[in-house]
């Protein structure tokens, strides 16, 4: 589709491994590192799979501001809204210029210990979490250097407004449109019961220091997990760059909450 419509594609290696075993015999150009990227940048990124995939798109446009297409292969599909049965009609968008970027926020940590090194960026959220079935750990957080609260909790996400329909949403979290420029922090299995989401500036710099009766706990950044020991302070905050979403047509949240979620629908007449 993309050769006869005059569209030149570098795959990524993976992909291109994958495509060589269905039988395709065509020389592909490929990359596996963001600077591969980087040397033949794209006009834009097409990410096929599920939402994570595309979250993972993020390590490779960083900086970049390439545009991200998501085309949803999995099942829920909040940032990738495109199928795979419209492909044809993706390619006539993308020749004509038929859709819009939407801009995203990205969160970034900060630590003197290097955590996730060049790859310490989300798009979704950032979460602290206990390492086992035990006893919950107890989360010092401050905003801008002041003390806020202590969480007694399981754990502490941090999320984007993108990600706010994600895993800080299962836990109790607000929705957040993407324009809305925002952070949610919402903890995991709070143990006092006052305890509850609360949006802040994205302005904001917001600083953990994790206590408890083990030796460490976890922190992820979207799906990427590591393991930290306890008293490692960790800042967290808005990235100076922003995520470049494509949206095809005529694209709305609204609508796409109402899909994703059935809102409105009416169980009793199914």
């Not at 952070?183 to 500036?201: C, E, F, Q, Y």
Request: charge should be negative; include cysteine.
């Amino acid at each position: 589709v993309g050769k006869s419509a005059g569209i030149n594609f570098i795959i990524n290696s993976e992909g291109a491994d994958f495509l060589e075993k269905t039988g395709l015999s065509e020389e592909l150009l490929t990359y596996s590192s963001p600077q591969d990227l980087h040397n033949n940048l794209p006009q834009m990124l097409i990410s096929m799979g599920g939402d994570g995939t595309l979250l993972e798109t993020l390590y490779y446009v960083k900086k970049t501001k390439t545009p991200v297409l998501g085309i949803n292969l999995g099942r829920l599909g909040f940032l990738t809204h495109a199928t795979d049965s419209q492909i044809i009609k993706v390619v006539d968008c993308i020749k004509s210029g038929k859709y819009k970027i939407e801009e995203r926020s990205v969160l970034k940590i900060n630590n003197e210990h290097h955590l996730f090194e060049a790859n310490s960026f989300a798009l979704n959220d950032f979460t602290i979490h206990k390492r086992d079935t035990g006893s919950m750990i107890i989360v010092d957080t401050y905003l801008n250097g002041e003390y806020f609260t202590n969480y007694w909790a399981d754990g502490v996400i941090v999320a984007t407004p993108t990600g706010s329909t994600a895993y800080s949403l299962s836990c109790g979290g607000p929705i957040i449109f993407p324009e809305t420029n925002s952070l949610v922090i919402t903890p995991v299995a709070p143990h006092n019961l006052s305890m509850r989401p609360i949006i802040v500036p994205d302005s904001s710099v917001i600083s953990f220091r994790v206590r408890g009766r083990g030796e460490s706990h976890m922190v992820s950044l979207d799906s990427r997990f590591t393991v930290v020991e306890y008293n490692h302070e960790i800042g967290v905050q808005i990235a100076d760059f922003k995520f470049q979403l494509v949206r095809l047509g005529n694209f709305s949240f609204i609508e796409t909450l109402r899909e994703k979620l059935k809102w409105g629908l009416d169980y009793r007449n199914l």
